[in-house]
């Protein structure tokens, strides 16, 4: 089952990142556009409206979305890494400052036992 389970993410992983480009996008826009004399020719207000919102609409918007949601996603990973570079800075420098009290306090406390 972990194998069938294993291809088929993989398949899902490459269909997504084909469906999710601009050029599938414009591939869509065109195929959608096919159908456009046929709609406007029944001269059908609803039969437009149809064709907009069930036929151009959902076959373009979806990889548009996709391609949106994929330069979020990077935009996220880019502001998540500069915090944790940011956090791993702070982190280092705080380690530095409190061995360095640990040295003086060490030093301190050697200098008060000898008194």
Do not use: C, F, N, Y
């Given at each position: 089952m972990t194998n069938l389970s294993s291809f088929l993410d993989r398949?899902?992983?490459v269909i997504t990142s084909r469906v999710g480009t601009m050029w599938t996008a414009i591939i869509f826009a065109a195929l959608a556009l096919v159908s456009l004399p046929g709609a406007i020719m029944t001269h059908d207000a609803v039969v437009i409206v149809?064709?907009?919102a069930q036929t151009f609409l959902q076959l373009v918007l979806l990889?548009?979305?996709?391609?949106?949601?994929?330069?979020?996603?990077?935009?996220?990973?880019?502001?998540?890494q500069e915090t944790h570079d940011e956090v791993m800075k702070?982190?280092?420098?705080?380690?530095?400052?409190?061995?360095?009290l640990d040295a003086r306090h060490e030093t301190l406390t050697l200098?008060?036992?000898k008194k």
């Open positions: 398949v899902g992983t149809a064709w907009i990889p548009i979305i996709m391609v949106g949601q994929r330069q979020q996603g990077e935009k996220t990973e880019l502001r998540d702070s982190h280092q420098e705080l380690h530095a400052l409190l061995t360095s200098e008060l036992r």
